[in-house]
């Protein structure tokens, strides 16, 4: 892939579905500022049509594929947020789709995806990318991948566009699965500046990029547990792994008591109903794992809020 240049396909991704997704608020967090001691800023994907920024990707994806292909319709393996922007958009445009979704999947994401019309099947982390292929041999139907995919990249690359057109000079962190989201910000944050930095941060019982980079391929880890039921993944992209090793500045983990830490800033202090998975770079921020200054700015990548806010509430008192 010609990282110099992927930007310009971000840019043309940003076209084709800017009709159909909303350009989220870009918000600095007041408390949280003051808190930390610099300016913290939030990109609020939360409030995304399908609450979640993978309806960027997915539309992408899905608005590419020929009248033959969307014929047979659309399957994916999913945590849950990718499923439901599959969902949106198999029922924007009255095609078929499956979504096979984790049995850790969280109750709310699985009746938000058969509220729209899709029909879902439940397998295990592990098994849920071989039970979708094979389905999708078997019927005729294409496959979405949640984040290993060009086009999916491509769609999740429109945020860093929104948040360059109004800042430069600072530092992305960005929530880190099978690395999807990240390949795409930082192919688009490299390709048209030089002062942005981007850094990912997973989960610490499920370090795969930290692994993988160490070792200079993608390589699988055991799953642990975690608060961020969003970033399961337990390999990197094939694809995406190359551009996260040569384009993003730093990868670094977080543990659950820190997520914890930071919804509770995220949802007492500001307000915001979000995921865990969304609160884990405010978490690395807390746990001393991103070195800043009173200068700079951190712009979090707030990915989703697919939760309630009284299981936010059991998640922090718990």
Same mark, same amino acid.
């Given at each position: 892939?010609?990282?110099?240049?992927?930007?310009?396909?971000?840019?043309?991704?940003?076209?084709?579905?800017?009709?159909?997704?909303?350009?989220?608020?870009?918000?600095?967090?007041?408390?949280?500022?003051?808190?930390?001691?610099?300016?913290?800023?939030?990109?609020?994907?939360?409030?995304?049509?399908?609450?979640?920024?993978?309806?960027?990707?997915?539309?992408?994806?899905?608005?590419?594929?020929?009248?033959?292909?969307?014929?047979?319709?659309?399957?994916?393996?999913?945590?849950?947020?990718?499923?439901?922007?599959?969902?949106?958009?198999?029922?924007?445009?009255?095609?078929?789709?499956?979504?096979?979704?984790?049995? *850790?999947?969280?109750?709310?994401?699985? @009746?938000?995806?058969? %509220? $729209?019309?899709?029909?879902?099947?439940?397998?295990? !982390? =592990?098994?849920?990318?071989?039970?979708?292929?094979?389905?999708?041999?078997?019927?005729?139907?294409?496959?979405?991948?949640?984040?290993?995919?060009?086009?999916?990249?491509?769609?999740?690359?429109?945020?860093?566009?929104?948040?360059?057109?109004?800042?430069?000079?600072?530092?992305?962190?960005?929530?880190?699965?099978?690395?999807?989201?990240?390949?795409?910000?930082?192919?688009?944050?490299?390709?048209?500046?030089?002062?942005?930095?981007?850094?990912?941060?997973?989960?610490?019982?499920?370090?795969?990029?930290?692994?993988?980079?160490?070792?200079?391929?993608?390589?699988?880890?055991?799953?642990?547990?975690?608060?961020?039921?969003?970033?399961?993944?337990?390999?990197?992209?094939?694809?995406?792994?190359?551009?996260?090793?040569?384009?993003?500045?730093?990868?670094? *983990?977080?543990?659950?008591?820190?997520? @914890?830490?930071?919804? %509770? $800033?995220?949802?007492?202090?500001?307000?915001?109903? !979000? =995921?865990?998975?969304?609160?884990?770079?405010?978490?690395?921020?807390?746990?001393?794992?991103?070195?800043?200054?009173?200068?700079?700015?951190?712009?979090?990548?707030?990915?989703?809020?697919?939760?309630?806010?009284?299981?936010?509430?059991?998640?922090?008192?718990?």
């Amino acid at each position: 892939m010609d990282y110099r240049n992927g930007y310009k396909d971000i840019l043309k991704a940003r076209e084709r579905i800017r009709d159909d997704i909303y350009e989220t608020p870009l918000v600095r967090l007041n408390y949280v500022s003051g808190y930390l001691g610099t300016s913290v800023y939030a990109k609020l994907e939360n409030m995304q049509k399908t609450n979640s920024f993978k309806i960027r990707g997915a539309l992408n994806k899905i608005k590419k594929l020929s009248n033959e292909e969307l014929k047979g319709g659309v399957i994916t393996a999913s945590s849950g947020n990718h499923g439901k922007g599959v969902a949106t958009c198999a029922k924007m445009l009255g095609i078929p789709a499956k979504i096979i979704l984790p049995d *850790t999947a969280t109750e709310i994401k699985r @009746k938000m995806i058969k %509220d $729209l019309g899709a029909e879902v099947i439940i397998s295990s !982390v =592990e098994e849920r990318f071989i039970v979708a292929n094979e389905i999708a041999k078997k019927e005729n139907m294409t496959f979405i991948h949640p984040y290993d995919d060009e086009d999916i990249l491509e769609g999740q690359g429109t945020i860093a566009v929104e948040i360059l057109n109004k800042m430069d000079h600072l530092k992305m962190i960005v929530p880190i699965g099978g690395g999807g989201l990240i390949s795409g910000i930082a192919m688009y944050t490299k390709g048209v500046t030089r002062w942005s930095e981007v850094i990912g941060v997973e989960p610490v019982n499920i370090a795969r990029y930290t692994r993988s980079l160490k070792e200079n391929r993608p390589t699988e880890v055991k799953k642990g547990k975690t608060l961020a039921d969003g970033l399961q993944s337990i390999k990197p992209g094939d694809k995406v792994f190359s551009i996260v090793r040569d384009l993003v500045d730093d990868v670094v *983990t977080c543990e659950d008591k820190n997520i @914890k830490k930071a919804l %509770d $800033l995220l949802y007492n202090k500001e307000k915001l109903i !979000v =995921e865990p998975s969304s609160a884990i770079g405010l978490g690395a921020i807390l746990e001393g794992k991103i070195k800043y200054d009173e200068r700079d700015k951190l712009v979090l990548i707030v990915t989703g809020g697919n939760i309630e806010g009284s299981s936010v509430e059991k998640i922090i008192n718990s």
